[in-house]
């Protein structure tokens, strides 16, 4: 099976999307977001620039906050490392022939 990649795929980190489109936007500190997510500044400074991943815990308080779905934030977060790991050596064959 042949796989057809992108290097020219737009995807950004959840956190990045984040900072962008809720706190530039609506003009939120990460303070700010910091007492609404219940979370320290430097755990939302973290994920905000990228530096730390999107968690289940993280999606759900960050779904209350900002009325976007714990989904929406997994997905962002999957794409993301998913196209990050795109050069990545596996070792593996197939388990059983296809058709």
């Given amino acids: 099976m042949t796989l057809i990649r992108?290097?020219?795929?737009?995807v950004k980190h959840a956190g990045l999307i984040f900072n962008e489109r809720i706190l530039i936007r609506h003009n939120i500190?990460?303070?700010?977001?910091?007492?609404?997510?219940?979370?320290?500044?430097?755990?939302v400074s973290l994920f905000a620039n990228g530096k730390t991943s999107v968690s289940i815990s993280l999606s759900k308080k960050l779904e209350v906050a900002t009325g976007i779905s714990a989904g929406f934030w997994l997905n962002i977060q999957k794409s993301y490392d998913l196209y990050m790991a795109r050069n990545e050596k596996v070792e593996a064959e197939p388990m059983y022939a296809f058709g």
Avoid: I
């Avoid at 992108?6 to 737009?10: G, T």
């Avoid at 303070?31 to 609404?36: E, G, I, L, S, V």
């Fill in 29 to 43: 500190s990460q303070t700010q977001a910091a007492k609404f997510l219940h979370m320290s500044r430097k755990q």
């Fill in 6 to 10: 992108s290097n020219k795929l737009p």
